[in-house]
């Protein structure tokens, strides 16, 4: 894997130490997540961050155990980084940290004061909500380590404050439960119990969300270290609160084995393509209905369409097959009206998509293309057909096909159904409402890959070998647009809402037509001329613009507050993900695409440290925004690069 770490230079300025995130998750949708610096920027940073009935109904418990060093003159030193809604930074542990390293996925801090050095290192054990921390005396000593446990226990996407009861303190053996939730266990257990008032998120500020909240001090662990090689281990979970664990240095020795485990199985062709595999094992995740994947740390949950554009990705390209067809197959099963349930984040099923069930067809013929399963393609070919049967007749928010060019076409008034989704007071902002270029794409793409699974298992392909043919003429007609590159939508009333042209086109400068070149069963041949306008417009080193800036309505920046993010996430932001698309087009048609991969790669030791960000700004210097890990950024560029 490629060498992540930071001197005292980063670690050292709290700046640069706080834009770099660290992540470790167990597996389940839950994680422990922070800073190199140590500094928590974001109400959704902790050490125990604990997954809900789905994957993003997340709550925060142990926020924080923050490290004093008693040496042996007598003097202490502490190790934590606050920042207040005061604007001190205090303590400000960061200007004693002597190193950060992310190795075999375990982050690893290393603090200097004078001779003696102490080690942390932070891990989750793999399907249960358990973090483990250790602190080891590298050098010097004898030293008392007291570690102070901060808590709360709220949902992730908010904030407590004193105003509320404080959390209830059930002191066990060896620590504390906190709110019949979760527990804390480690050596020679002081409570205290007090509130921490004003503690305050930098990240938050920026987004325009409120900054502030107050934390429950719980009491504090204090061991002595004798000498070298002397460890204090703490652990927390949040299950089976009566059995504890096994010991932290244990936890955290099996975590780093199991990551290895996981490059290994993968087969990567290089450090990068390692580093990409171990990123993509933090978005797969085991529900209690099988796989599933999160969209993103640390807000997102599932979203079927992220599901099935990373599925090549995440899967087949880390050697997960077999836990691919068990997601391909749950998946499946809830099909209803030929639409692919998208769970979101709201906790309940929705069928609000129009590509995301085309992304499901997609995966399913990937899957069986990569490892000869024949057996889904045979138990799993009456639902494409039912697919296409669906979006023949008709099915919820106008998609349905149009008899007279065979495309796909939908959309409902104050709806967005493509992946460009964002609103702003409920309005969209690209509802895209007709014929969506990469819609289409998919379309041809999904009938193409139908009518050769149902050859495959010699199976009836329904109506998707009959329906093909005029639907890709019509795509090759129809989509060639006199700029040069293909129109964006066609057929679109929210062109003319007052009544105008029934039949009005899109030419809006994006990315989204680049599918139909990329696709397996293309609709298009490979074209330079097009794909060379869009990389010079689009093509950035962390991936592609949304939309090209010279068009209307261009923003460059994805920053302040929700309105004005939602409001240029499509209109020009950067998605990481987007260079899956461009390469698979770029490679098919000859161009050089030697360098294109070097942005991102230096991007895996900034932001989310060994990931890809869900987003960046479209002007210079493009600096990465969103989520700062991503399932389809990671799945796709891992995808390209090991064509």
């Not at 045979?378 to 065979?406: C, F, Q, S």
């Not at 129809?478 to 040069?484: I, N, V």
Request: aromatic share 8%.
């Amino acid at each position: 894997m490629l060498d992540i770490s930071f001197g005292p230079q980063v670690c050292g300025d709290l700046a640069a130490g706080a834009s770099r995130e660290w992540l470790v998750t167990d597996g389940r949708g839950g994680y422990a997540m922070g800073t190199v610096s140590g500094l928590r920027t974001r109400r959704y940073h902790g050490l125990l961050v604990v997954a809900g009935t789905t994957s993003a109904a997340r709550r925060v418990g142990l926020v924080s155990l923050d490290p004093a060093v008693t040496l042996p003159s007598g003097a202490q030193v502490r190790l934590g980084v606050h920042e207040w809604s005061s604007g001190v930074v205090d303590p400000p542990g960061h200007t004693l940290l002597e190193r950060f390293d992310l190795t075999d996925g375990v982050p690893r801090w290393r603090w200097r004061i004078g001779d003696v050095v102490i080690e942390r290192e932070i891990a989750m054990t793999h399907g249960s909500p358990c973090v483990a921390v250790t602190h080891r005396l590298v050098s010097g000593g004898p030293v008392t380590l007291t570690l102070a446990a901060v808590t709360t226990w709220r949902d992730a996407h908010g904030e407590r404050d004193r105003q509320a009861p404080p959390p209830r303190m059930d002191n066990v053996d060896g620590g504390t439960v906190i709110e019949g939730a979760f527990r804390v266990h480690g050596p020679d257990w002081v409570p205290a119990g007090n509130w921490w008032d004003g503690v305050y998120h930098r990240e938050e500020a920026a987004r325009g969300l409120r900054a502030e909240e107050d934390l429950w001090y719980a009491g504090s662990f204090t061991a002595t270290l004798d000498g070298p090689g002397a460890v204090a281990e703490v652990t927390a979970w949040a299950e089976q609160l009566e059995q504890v664990p096994a010991p932290a240095a244990t936890i955290v020795a099996a975590a780093r084995a199991r990551n290895r485990a996981v490059v290994a199985a993968a087969k990567p062709a290089d450090a990068v393509d390692a580093t990409l595999a171990l990123a993509a094992d933090a978005f797969v995740v085991r529900t209690g209905s099988g796989p599933d994947v999160v969209a993103g740390y640390p807000w997102f949950g599932a979203w079927s369409r992220d599901t099935m554009t990373s599925y090549e990705g995440l899967f087949l390209a880390t050697g997960r097959a077999d836990e691919g067809r068990e997601l391909l197959r749950g998946y499946a099963a809830t099909l209803s009206d030929g639409m692919l349930a998208n769970t979101a984040d709201t906790g309940h099923v929705e069928y609000n998509t129009v590509d995301g069930t085309l992304w499901f067809l997609h995966a399913v013929d990937r899957h069986v293309t990569a490892t000869s399963d024949i057996d889904l393609a045979a138990e799993l070919l009456p639902a494409l057909r039912e697919v296409v049967a669906a979006h023949l007749r008709g099915t919820r928010y106008g998609i349905r096909v149009d008899e007279g060019d065979g495309l796909l076409t939908g959309g409902a008034g104050g709806e967005a159904l493509t992946w460009m989704d964002a609103r702003v007071y409920g309005v969209p902002i690209t509802s895209r409402e007709g014929k969506p270029v990469e819609v289409n794409a998919l379309w041809v793409n999904g009938l193409a890959a139908v009518s050769e699974l149902a050859q495959l298992v010699d199976g009836d392909p329904g109506a998707a070998t009959s329906v093909y043919p005029k639907a890709q003429e019509s795509f090759r007609a129809r989509y060639p647009a006199p700029s040069g590159w293909l129109y964006d939508v066609l057929d679109t009333p929210a062109q003319y809402p007052l009544g105008g042209d029934p039949h009005a086109d899109d030419d809006a400068l994006r990315p989204n037509q680049l599918l139909a070149w990329s696709l397996p069963y293309a609709p298009l041949e490979p074209d330079p001329a097009p794909l060379r306008a869009i990389g010079a417009a689009l093509l950035t080193p962390l991936g592609l613009r949304s939309l090209a800036p010279d068009s209307a309505g261009y923003l460059g920046q994805h920053r302040g507050g929700p309105a004005r993010r939602d409001g240029a996430y499509h209109q020009g932001t950067v998605w990481p993900w987007l260079i899956g698309p461009y390469v698979s087009a770029a490679r098919r048609a000859g161009l050089d695409i030697s360098d294109v991969f070097l942005g991102l790669t230096a991007h895996l030791s900034e932001y989310g440290l060994g990931s890809v960000s869900e987003t960046a700004d479209g002007d210079p210097p493009h600096g990465a925004t969103g989520c700062p890990f991503q399932a389809w950024s990671v799945a796709e560029l891992l995808r390209v690069r090991q064509v």
